[in-house]
């Protein structure tokens, strides 16, 4: 039995979990207009975020936003754990991180051409696997420090395989999560081009993603960070410590079918896993956390997956994507998502699927269109991360 003591965030709404998570209940939006320079309006949800708490002078060079934000979440985790309790050889870091460190990539494409000084730090800086390096150098971590880039799935993989290292007693503690910040001028006009961000009036970025309605037009950018700390049953009631919630079962999938283009059956077959995994049925699991971008194509896909698992009964699941909050975080959603359900079983609330004023008739999902609905009697709940590239990743958690 795996469980989670600890978790961290910085995060579009603050870096409290509770007063992010109040926040999502009260429906308040993240998301803002940024880059007015760019040819066409974009909007984003900026993690306010003070790097002189966590970092001196001589030690930011080289030290990418990304992996700021990550190591402080990951302290933040630890904190909350009460520390680690373990050798450090026993102890693993296990991240997710999707385009690595992009503002000291985007600053060396625009320094070259222009005969500029391109920082001699740049590569370490943006190299995909620094935010776990920078986490493993400053807790002293030994044991296996593991970066995986799995576009949207990223951190929901690494919390999965940081949770399967601890079952098979690989290390005695996980920290686990994700980081992403990549609101950057250049990719942002790379999404933009992609034609997958939303469009907005002005005025209206705020409510400008809207998972699962009618008049849907795409996701907005997001960044921050998200880690957990994860150990055994056993190891917690050790030391004495206590529990936010058990990560009961995970599945891992591809659709092996489009680069960019979900497959509902290869969905559905990530679901099925992680529901066998953690010993569930479809009747026992009363929220998921959908993926829930606001594409016009992805939101119908997870549907169809989510009613072909749950069948008859898929008006029992109760449904949210919190993306339309505080936007997609790509490489950090899984584990800021992860964060959001398991203190929604914690404190048996749901957070809305905001903006949505209009369901699409395709979407026959049972989502929560209030703010404010309790869910007395929630014993488990599903947290789902779809990626480009194919990859699925589902993670099933339970009530403690």
Partial sequence: MVVVTGIGLIAPHGDDPGAVFEALMRGES???????????PAAAAVAPFDESRWFTKLQLPGVDRVSQIALAAATLALDDA?????????????????MGGAAALEAAYVAAPRGGRVPPLTVPAFMPNAPAAHIAMRHHVLGPVLTYSVACASSAVALAEGARAVRRGDVDVAIAGGAEALIVPGVVSAWQALQTLA??????????????????????????????????AAHVRARGARAHAELAGCGIGSDAT???KPDAQGQARTLRMALADAGLQPRDVGYCNAHGTATKIGDVVECEALSAVWGPGVDTLRVSSTKALHGHLLGAAGALEAVITILALQRQLLP???????????????????????ANGLQAAISSSFAFGGTNAVLAFKRV
């Fill in 352 to 374: 809305p699927n905001a903006h949505c004023a209009t369901p699409d008739p395709q979407c026959a999902l049972n989502l929560v269109l209030e703010t404010g609905v309790r």
């Fill in 199 to 232: 469009t907005f009036k002005p005025g209206e970025a705020a409510s400008a993603c809207r998972p699962f309605a009618t008049d849907r037009n795409g996701f907005v950018l997001g960044e921050g960070a998200a880690f957990v700390v994860l150990e055994s």
């Fill in 30 to 40: 993240a998301v803002v207009p940024v880059f007015p320079q760019l040819a066409r």
């Fill in 258 to 260: 489009h680069l960019t």
């Fill in 82 to 98: 009460g520390g680690a309790h373990a050798e450090p050889e026993r102890i693993g870091v296990y991240a997710g991180c999707g």
